[in-house]
Structures are given as structure tokens and as C-alpha cells.
């Protein structure tokens, strides 16, 4: 079992509609969550942290954590073109220091 | 803030040579730093973990006497991939940790460096 999993997509969603994306992790002493976007040919940004269960909204952003049912999402509202990135869930597992485990993200699509 | 550059950009040498990466934070100070690499169409690998005055930390299977890294400062790693082969032709990321955030774990990324071993 891999320890971040994420759907690779694409998920393809029109312009102004709402992008759900979703990740599932197996180490349940994960404490620290994060998504990061990254467009082709370059380096993860980050968009969101989120550490405690329910919701953190940010912008257009929300990231969900369900700690009981090891599952973190990111949620894009009023998505847009520029959105079209791969997005990668990040999850730092117990005893681990400040390391990350990412999964191998998913790509989404906003359409015109 | 919390912006972090690598130089170089991008790298094309010769199969058996040594390349050196560069990873610095330029506005705050990293205590530890992280090393990918990512494969086409693939998620970020982490490599090593780099903490400033003490050795690296290799992940399983990296080997350390070809990937060599170097954290001598707050602000700066490096990371020389030694007697590079055409497998070692990949896109080589830094990361950094906030030092003054502590009790975060967010990592901040650096450009990438693209290397290509002909």
C-alpha cells in the first residue's frame, strides 16, 4: 500500500465550476498535511497546510482533514485556466522530522 | 518570503564528469534542507535530507559516495552528483524548512535544476 495515494487524473473540470481533489494516506500518526501545485517543467508551489480536522479556507482554496478516515482533499473553487496544474498531496508521517512524503499528485484540466 | 534558488537552472555534461548543484535560502535561514528528484511524468523522490554542520541523511537506496552533499551554512547546500551517467539525467530539486517557523513543517521549493548527462 502507498503511503499518499492520489487519483493521477486527469480530473477535467469547465472554467468556474468547483475541483475536488482528494488523497488517502496510511500512516495514522500523520499530524502535518499539505498540497502543493506544480505546473510542467517546474517546481512544487505551495497552496495550503493544514494540520487540524475540518476545514481551512484560503482564497479560493479549502483543504478538508479527516484524521478518523486518514484523508485530506483540496477544494478549487471558481476554478480557472491558470488552475491546470498538477496538484501534489504531501503528508509528513510519525517520527519523520520535518520529512515529506508526497504522492504522485493529480493532474487537472480546467476547461474553457 | 521563504524563497529558496538553485543555480543552475539547467546543466548538460559529459557521462563520467561531476556536476555541483547549489540550494540557497535567501531570506531566512534553513537549519534543514531537502533533495528530490523527479523523473518525467513521476512525483518527487526525496533524496537526502541535509542538516547544516552534520551529514546528510540518504534515503534507501541512494547511494551517498555519488550523491555528495554538502550543508555548511543556514542558507546554502549543495548537492554534486559525481561520475554522472545518462541514468542520472533527471530534474533535481531543493527544498528548505523555515527555521523560524518552528513547529511547522512546510517546505519551500527551490527552481529545480534540469540535468541532462550525454
Known amino acids: 500500500q502507498k503511503e499518499v495515494e492520489q487519483n493521477s487524473g486527469p480530473l477535467s473540470v469547465p472554467e468556474g465550476a468547483i475541483a475536488s481533489l482528494n488523497c488517502t494516506y496510511s500512516d495514522r500518526g500523520s499530524q502535518s498535511f499539505f498540497w502543493y501545485r506544480q505546473y510542467s517543467g517546474k517546481s512544487p508551489e505551495l497552496i495550503m497546510f493544514?494540520?487540524?480536522?475540518g476545514d481551512k479556507e484560503d482564497g479560493r482554496f479549502t483543504a478538508q482533514l479527516n484524521k478518523a478516515s486518514q484523508y485530506v482533499s483540496l477544494l478549487i473553487r471558481d476554478s480557472q485556466p491558470s488552475d491546470s496544474a498538477t496538484y501534489l498531496c504531501a503528508v509528513n508521517p510519525t517520527g519523520t522530522a520535518s520529512k515529506l512524503t508526497f504522492g504522485t499528485g493529480t493532474r487537472l484540466q480546467v476547461t474553457l | 518570503g521563504a524563497v529558496v534558488s538553485q543555480h543552475p537552472s539547467w546543466v548538460i555534461c559529459k557521462s563520467g564528469t561531476s556536476v555541483k548543484i547549489e540550494c540557497r535560502s535567501l531570506d531566512f535561514q534553513a537549519t534543514t534542507m531537502f533533495w528530490y528528484r523527479q523523473f518525467p511524468k513521476q512525483s518527487l523522490m526525496l533524496m537526502a535530507t541535509s542538516n547544516e554542520g552534520s551529514k546528510a541523511t540518504y534515503e534507501q537506496g541512494v547511494e551517498k559516495d555519488k550523491f555528495l552533499i554538502n550543508h555548511a551554512s543556514l542558507t546554502l547546500s549543495t548537492l554534486t552528483v559525481t561520475s554522472a551517467h545518462p541514468e542520472d539525467s533527471s530534474f533535481y530539486i531543493c527544498s528548505a524548512r523555515d527555521f523560524g517557523l518552528a513547529g511547522y513543517n512546510e517546505q519551500f521549493f527551490g527552481p529545480g535544476t534540469r540535468l541532462t548527462v550525454l
Open positions: 493544514i494540520y487540524s480536522n
